[in-house]
């Protein structure tokens, strides 16, 4: 088998705008897993610079999984960006010290947990997520989408905020698709059966998963 190398950086040969992204990720609190690949129209490097308001203090994490698609431009706002909402006022004031260096004593900013991307899911160009979001497995972003809640399994959005176009596949072999996890086969058999990863015969997929 000539399978590709998940250790790749770059895994197409002589282009350099698309990388396997857990080989460049430095910032420890952004989790990658493997084959999941990022497409800049750039350079790979701005990924990074795309997880905005990502501080160490927050401790909140972002974590992507195996096979994911995600395009120039995809952008994820982490829990430093948000303000008191409930609050007459949603002005920082004490960032800036001095006279106001009190004025959240007793107060914390709104926290809405890691942001978790499943499996095989294809994030669209310029789509922004918003703090705290679970993505489901095999969901697909739309471009310019703006994603203000949580997306289910298999599920195309898209929109400002972002709506639920329609479900991939029925409920019922949505579930199958779940249970098989083809994503977390070994590579390769994933190698050996990936024709039947870019049909649409859940019941072939079933039987060479042994369920």
């Not at 990658?32 to 610079?49: A, I, L, M």
């Not at 160490?56 to 982490?78: N, R």
């Not at 639920?164 to 083809?182: N, P, V, Y």
């Amino acid at each position: 088998m000539n399978i590709p190398d998940k250790n790749d950086v770059f895994p197409l040969e002589n282009y350099k705008n698309l990388c396997f992204l857990k080989n460049i990720i430095k910032n420890p609190n952004i989790i990658v897993g493997d084959y999941t690949y990022y497409d800049d129209f750039e350079n790979v490097e701005n990924f990074e610079k795309q997880v905005k308001y990502h501080f160490d203090f927050e401790g909140d994490k972002l974590i992507i999984g195996k096979f994911c698609m995600l395009a120039s431009g995809v952008s994820f706002i982490m829990n430093g960006a948000n303000h008191l909402t409930e609050a007459i006022s949603t002005y920082p004031f004490a960032i800036f010290g001095k006279d106001w260096a009190d004025a959240m004593d007793g107060k914390k900013y709104p926290h809405k947990g890691d942001t978790i991307v499943g499996n095989d899911v294809w994030i669209g160009h310029e789509a922004t997520i918003m703090p705290g979001i679970n993505i489901g497995d095999g969901a697909i972003i739309a471009t310019k989408s703006v994603v203000t809640q949580d997306v289910p399994p298999y599920a195309i959005v898209g929109g400002n905020p972002a709506k639920i176009i329609r479900k991939r596949f029925s409920e019922t072999e949505i579930q199958e698709l779940l249970a098989i996890q083809w994503w977390h086969w070994e590579i390769e058999k994933i190698t050996k059966y990936v024709q039947y990863l870019t049909a649409n015969d859940i019941v072939s997929l079933k039987k060479v998963a042994n369920l």
